[in-house]
């Protein structure tokens, strides 16, 4: 298959269906998506995207982004664009083989929400056409996280400054996985926030940032019509990050406060606590017995613990020490195969 040809931006390409357009012909749109602007849909938070199936042998993407953003392409299960980079307005252009078989494609948001916003403007199929959109998976899994969920630094290393081109949600652990259990995921992951505290004592903590559908000046609100089978809640580590010390009785009371918000807003779901494989004693410790007892003071049920294994020095480092790629598969492994042992008992 070709790569992509970047061609300046044309205006008149077919719009994008507009919400509630899952029917035939239409696209399913993955991830926290607002459509608010009439330009067309607009993804922040990473792993955001789109499923589609169409006839055709020439895919144009009229796309657009406010920072330095990146997409992955996936036509019937092969990556053939592992990294799209997006720069204001483009005209993408991908040329394909003549197929006899329906298509299958999948355009995913690698960037975080801090990266900026990236608007899917126009899609065109010339002498092709837009066909049903995929089934959807059974069930869905839902990571409140931070940096660590995102894919942060995962392409670089230790040496490496960060740069956009170093983060890929689908590199991270939570992707993989939704991959490995097939499951939709939806990933609300944000660098740097925390429960009580952000790493740079930034104001707006992960909780009070959960429901944005875009970053600030104009976030809204997500419907909260979405709702997951299990939810992954991987933070805590930026509060203790760079030595903080969150006070114990206000970090336990949050921490509850945050998985009641979660079990009220997926009722059905499952909760599984981690702690995550970046901090190392005396602070590693102090998380596990908060997390621990925010578990017993919100005695919810099926609610469980899961400690991510430290992350160990010959698996190599992300950038500023971040979880490398071996790491976030490991990871997986361990949270896919925690997940598989709970199913398997009849506990989700």
Not at 94 to 101: G, K, V
Not at 181 to 200: C, H, I, K, Y
Not at 220 to 248: E, H, K, M, S
Request: one cysteine or more; charged letters at 15%.
């Amino acid at each position: 298959m070709s790569t992509p040809v970047l061609t300046p931006a044309s205006p008149g390409l077919n719009r994008w269906p507009l919400p509630g357009c899952d029917t035939q012909p239409g696209v399913r749109y993955l991830g926290r998506v607002d459509f608010r602007d009439a330009l067309g849909p607009r993804l922040a938070w990473p792993a955001c995207g789109v499923q589609f199936c169409f006839h055709g042998e020439r895919l144009e993407l009229h796309l657009a982004s406010d920072g330095e953003n990146a997409i992955s392409i996936r036509i019937d299960q092969q990556l053939l664009v592992p990294r799209l980079s997006v720069h204001g307005e483009c005209h993408f252009v991908l040329p394909l083989p003549a197929a006899s078989q329906p298509r299958h494609c999948e355009i995913i948001k690698l960037t975080e929400a801090f990266v900026g916003t990236l608007q899917l403007r126009g899609l065109a199929l010339p002498a092709g056409q837009l066909l049903p959109p995929p089934p959807p998976l059974r069930q869905r899994i839902l990571f409140c996280g931070d940096s660590i969920s995102g894919g942060f630094g995962v392409l670089g290393d230790a040496a490496t400054d960060y740069a956009p081109w170093t983060c890929d949600a689908t590199r991270a652990y939570g992707w993989l996985t939704a991959s490995a259990l097939q499951m939709e995921p939806r990933l609300l992951a944000w660098s740097g926030l925390g429960v009580t505290r952000n790493f740079d004592d930034s104001p707006l903590t992960w909780p009070e940032r959960a429901d944005w559908m875009l970053p600030l000046p104009d976030p809204g609100l997500d419907d909260g019509l979405w709702q997951a089978d299990i939810v992954v809640l991987n933070l805590g580590t930026n509060d203790f990050a760079g030595g903080g010390q969150p006070v114990r009785q206000d970090f336990v009371q949050r921490y509850a406060q945050l998985l009641g918000r979660l079990r009220q807003a997926h009722p059905q779901a499952a909760l599984i606590c981690c702690l995550g494989p970046v901090l190392m004693p005396p602070y590693r410790e102090r998380l596990r017995d908060y997390v621990h007892q925010a578990c017993r003071q919100s005695a919810l049920a099926r609610t469980y613990c899961l400690e991510f294994a430290p992350q160990q020095e010959e698996h190599g480092y992300g950038v500023t020490r971040h979880p490398s790629v071996l790491t976030q598969q490991l990871m997986a492994r361990q949270l896919s195969g925690f997940i598989s042992g709970l199913q398997a008992a009849g506990l989700v």
